[in-house]
């Protein structure tokens, strides 16, 4: 077969020794632009699909107020829930906007643990606050189910509307949702139960208290109900030693009436024991009934110590006795009760005397320290016995026996005194030697 196709021509070709003709110069190259660090190129802006989970947070939030109105509607149609009946709708409400809240951010980040504390602190406060309002925990609990209700309704809707928003989603959603709610209720339980036994160990140790002082109060009704006892026996022996007294003193007189002057002193005797035991007896119970507000005043100590000197020493000195006294320098005023600081020295002076019968007496105010003053009374007198020494103070109770006279009421008289001007008592005391007796007063006594 035959090759129809043309062949090419050649080109023409120059003649042989024909002179080329000369290049054109070169232009020169253009500088090279420097070239772009590969760390200064902007990537792609990527825009992101918003997560499901953080759409439906966003859903909540907008529709906040509408889903707390419906849990609150459920609430007070509920009949089991009775305490929430008398709560105001901002009442009602307390802290479950921060719990939703937080649940919200946990649907945002899809982690629960990270926003955990601070649901539980809520959720603390808000249990905190239910049983201050008298919730009880099932109340707790039921109105903490119908929240979960609500928002459980709100997911499913949200799901129905958003082709998005998968099972998956849904399923994920829906379970941090329970995991958020069944550790508010538990916090809030939890708190309930320790308030609640915090006011138990409360109330029990108000009722133990309560307890221990009736006890006590029993016990002095009972000692007081004994002393009473004791002062009705005591007052109606010396009573009737008193009349047998008379009855002898007018016995004398008519057997013999030479001896009346004898029975007259033997009469008027036994009126002036009476007399004092009357006295002190009113004296007591004026000091036991005295519910007046104790009247604060400046007391001049050297003027009442001078006073009490005076009045003393005629009374000392007839018995045979010396009165030793002795005033510290350093006292100037002080704030106290004039009359009730007189009535525990006199009776201090009183009781010295009466169980001395040879040596002498001592009266001294001191200066003890920056705050306090003291009284001391000394004797040379019987002493009281150790077995008497705690019953010395007791009413009625006498320290030596029933040759010296006296109704027992002078140093109980001192005890209450001393309770109300804030005094504390030492005393020392040996039998046959003689007894001190040393009283440590504020020099500015409170006003009560």
């Known amino acids: 077969m035959t090759d129809t196709r043309e062949t090419p021509s050649a080109p023409d070709r120059p003649e042989p020794h024909a002179p080329l003709a000369p290049l054109a110069p070169l232009a020169p190259l253009a500088p090279l632009a420097p070239l772009t660090p590969l760390t200064s190129l902007t990537p792609p802006v990527l825009v992101a699909r918003p997560s499901p989970l953080r759409n439906f947070a966003a859903h909540v939030r907008t529709e906040r107020v509408r889903l707390t109105e419906q849990w609150m509607r459920a609430v007070f149609g509920d009949v089991d829930l009775v305490e929430a009946d008398k709560l ?9 906007p921060e719990i939703l809240e937080g649940l919200c951010v946990a649907l945002d980040i899809e982690d629960l643990e990270r926003i955990e504390p601070v649901i539980e602190q809520n959720a603390r406060q808000h249990g905190l606050v239910r049983w201050r309002q008298g919730y009880r925990i099932e109340e707790l609990v039921r109105e903490l189910d119908l929240f979960h209700q609500v928002l459980a309704d709100a997911l499913e809707a949200f799901a129905d509307h958003d082709d998005g928003f998968t099972r998956r989603h849904e399923s994920r959603a829906r379970r941090l949702i329970a995991e958020a709610l069944s550790m508010v209720t538990l916090t809030s339980i939890k708190e309930v139960v320790s308030e609640r036994d915090r006011k138990i160990d409360e109330y029990t140790g108000r009722l133990e208290r309560a307890n221990h002082e009736l006890t006590l109060k029993q016990r002095l009704v009972g000692d007081l109900y004994e002393s009473r006892m004791q002062i009705t026996r005591s007052v109606v022996h010396d009573l009737r030693n008193f009349l047998n007294a008379f009855s002898i003193a007018l016995q004398l007189i008519g057997r013999a009436p030479a001896k009346a002057e004898t029975a007259l002193t033997l009469a008027n005797r036994q009126a002036a024991d009476m007399k004092q035991l009357v006295e002190q007896m009113v004296e007591y119970s004026v000091v036991l009934g005295d519910a007046t507000p104790l009247a604060l005043e400046p007391v001049d100590l050297r003027e009442l110590f001078d006073e009490l000197v005076t009045a003393s020493r005629p009374i000392v000195e007839a018995k045979g006795l010396s009165l030793h006294t002795s005033y510290d ?46 009284v001391r009374v000394s004797d040379t007198g019987v002493g009281i016995a150790p077995a008497d020494a705690d019953r010395v103070f007791d009413e009625f109770e006498r320290a030596a026996g029933e040759d010296i006279p006296g109704t027992g009421l002078g140093l109980a008289i001192v005890k209450e005194l001393c309770r109300v001007l804030d005094g504390t008592i030492d005393f020392a005391s040996r039998e046959g030697v003689g007894t001190t007796f040393e009283i440590r007063f504020p020099l500015e006594l409170s006003p009560r």
């Open 329 to 374: 320098p350093a006292l100037t005023a002080i704030v106290s009760n004039r009359l009730k600081l007189k009535q525990i020295a006199v009776n201090l002076l009183s009781n010295a005397t009466k169980y001395t019968k040879s040596g002498t007496i001592e009266l001294r105010f001191a200066l003890v320290d920056s705050q306090h003053w003291s």
């Open 88 to 96: 105001t709708y901002q009442q009602l409400a307390d802290h479950l």
